[in-house]
């Protein structure tokens, strides 16, 4: 048998939603392969449960997690809890005490979805983004003097190290490493920030050294808006620091045609600590308890898992399912359908079990 222990955490708004889709069909792939078994723990953390205790999750609440091979993670985010509470109380302690540095964000437009470039189809826009993932300006570094005085003060400070950057870009390189045209686009904004992009520069080129089998150029990252949007078809894998690829992710998930679809996995790649998979998307609370939340970004993020685990198989049968059902019409309404989470869901569930009976014929 091969177990894996999983720590689901949906929390807020349309989470809980996607998050038990995703966990259907888990449970469909243990049905397809008996040696496969998910132990599942789903932990109540998250808005509600910072109304009552006034925390997001309990203080050892990473030393619990500690123990699981893989976290499930939903989405953050209420209308009456400021959002850098949810964010700092939850997510980011996790991916920052979990040293989860690399951030991967898998794009490509699903055959049956229509994208909103014209001249743009499945097969032209098919990127990995890797977003540095513990320092830039995500990493806590600033504060407020001052405070509510005419002369207050905020700064935000952004953080890049050597060893910071350098794991990264080897990260990114492997990556393009392991894909069919070995391509990466270095994203920086070396001509105005002169410091620490500049040193990203330098260290991609040293890095790049390593990888004579990787092509790689570099580019400013608003000009990579530009090149995004007008010739996707130039881009595979792409690095990027922490704000800059939060921004250009979102881009690429909306050119792909929704948020509802794009996933992220937040890997350790020494796998020190469970890494955490999740989809891009916020709480969504404009649709939550309606049943229309798309669950196709949390199932791919949990074909992002299962290739963590190793489970290759399962991945790859995940995210023909996800294709299937998509070619198929079947969508929700964020991208044109009128299908419910559960139609989605049982319409992937179905294509899971059809294989089980294809084998079983065979
Ligand atoms: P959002 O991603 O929750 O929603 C943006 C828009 O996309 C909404 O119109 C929503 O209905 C739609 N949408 C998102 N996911 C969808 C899905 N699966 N199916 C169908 N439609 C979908 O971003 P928004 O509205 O800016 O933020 C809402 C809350 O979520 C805020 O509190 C924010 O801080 C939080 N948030 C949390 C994130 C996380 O936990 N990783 C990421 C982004 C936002
Ligand atoms: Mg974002």
Redesign the pocket.
């Known amino acids: 048998m091969r177990h894996y222990s999983i720590a689901a955490i949906p929390?807020?708004?349309?989470?809980p939603?996607?998050i038990s889709a995703g966990i259907t069909v888990l449970h469909a792939l243990e049905r397809q392969d008996v040696e496969l078994k998910f132990e599942i723990e789903t932990f109540d953390w998250g808005s509600e449960y910072y109304k009552k205790n006034g925390v997001m999750m309990p203080e050892k609440g990473l030393q619990t997690l500690k123990n699981f091979d893989a976290i499930y993670?939903?989405?953050?985010?209420?209308?009456d809890?400021p959002?850098h509470i949810?964010?700092w109380g939850?997510?980011l302690p996790i991916c920052q005490g979990f040293d989860q540095y690399a951030n991967v964000r898998p794009t490509k437009i699903l055959p049956g979805i229509t994208p909103p470039l014209r001249h743009c189809g499945p097969g032209d826009l098919d990127w990995v983004i890797v977003r540095e993932n513990s320092e830039g300006e995500y990493s806590g570094n600033g504060g407020r003097a001052h405070r509510g005085l005419p002369e207050e003060v905020g700064t935000e400070v952004a953080i890049f190290t050597r060893v910071g950057v350098t794991r990264i870009m080897r990260y990114a390189f492997r990556m393009a490493q392991t894909r069919p045209r070995k391509q990466l686009t270095v994203v920086t904004k070396s001509n105005a920030q002169r410091h620490g992009m500049v040193m990203w520069d330098e260290i991609a080129a040293e890095v790049a050294q390593e990888f004579p089998d990787v092509k790689w150029d570099k580019m400013l990252v608003d000009a990579m808006t530009h090149r995004m949007t007008l010739h996707p078809q130039s881009l595979d894998t792409i690095v990027a620091t922490n704000l800059h690829a939060d921004i250009l992710s979102d881009l690429a998930g909306a050119l792909a045609g929704?948020?509802?679809?794009a996933p992220?996995a937040n890997i350790d790649p020494e796998r020190r600590f469970p890494s955490m998979f999740?989809?891009?998307?916020?709480?969504?609370?404009?649709?939550a308890g309606k049943g229309?939340?798309?669950?196709?970004?949390?199932f791919w993020t949990a074909v992002q898992m299962l290739e963590h685990l190793g489970e290759r198989n399962a991945a790859a049968l995940v995210m023909a399912s996800i294709e299937h059902v998509c070619s198929k019409g079947i969508l929700?309404?964020?991208?044109g359908g009128t299908a419910t989470?559960a139609d989605v869901t049982n319409a992937v569930v179905a294509f899971i079990e059809s294989t089980i009976k294809r084998a079983e014929l065979a």
């Open positions: 929390a807020d708004g349309i989470g939603e996607v993670f939903g989405a953050v985010g209420a209308p809890v959002d949810t964010l939850l997510r929704s948020l509802g679809i992220t999740e989809p891009i998307h916020g709480s969504a609370f404009d649709i229309i939340a798309n669950p196709v970004a949390s929700t309404p964020d991208i989470t």
